[in-house]
């Protein structure tokens, strides 16, 4: 999800639409994002602070997207055409990463390793 702060409110929004494809209420990684503990609260989940092992999935994904738009930063069209923009943006980009993307350690797009 995009949006232009970061908040517990965020936060809540974001587990909500998450949860919805749970059939349990999970046990969630975090990093020091202060905003995380709150909504995890209010929602009675329970987390554990990780910095390194099962996250670092997640957070590969976000260094490549921050490679991937470096480029662009400064005429990236958020603030002229919305968050609409960003929103379809992240999804485009996430099927290329997903499924088009030869992932360097697997040799084929991580969606192949699924099947």
Known sequence: MASWHRSAMNAEHVLNKAL???????Q???DKGPWYI????S???????ITHGLRNRVER???TLKERTKAFYNN???RRNG???????LKTFTYWYNNLRTHQTL???PSKCLS
């Not at 919805?20 to 999970?26: R, T, Y």
């Not at 968050?83 to 943006?89: A, M, N, R, Y």
């Open 83 to 89: 968050i609409k923009s960003v929103k379809l943006f």
């Open 20 to 26: 919805k494809a749970c059939l349990n209420k999970p």
């Open 43 to 49: 929602l009675g989940l329970s987390w554990m602070h």
């Open 107 to 109: 040799k084929m797009p």
């Open 76 to 78: 990236f069209p958020a």
């Open 61 to 63: 994904w976000f260094r």
């Open 38 to 41: 709150e909504a995890l609260k």
């Open 28 to 30: 969630l990684y975090v």
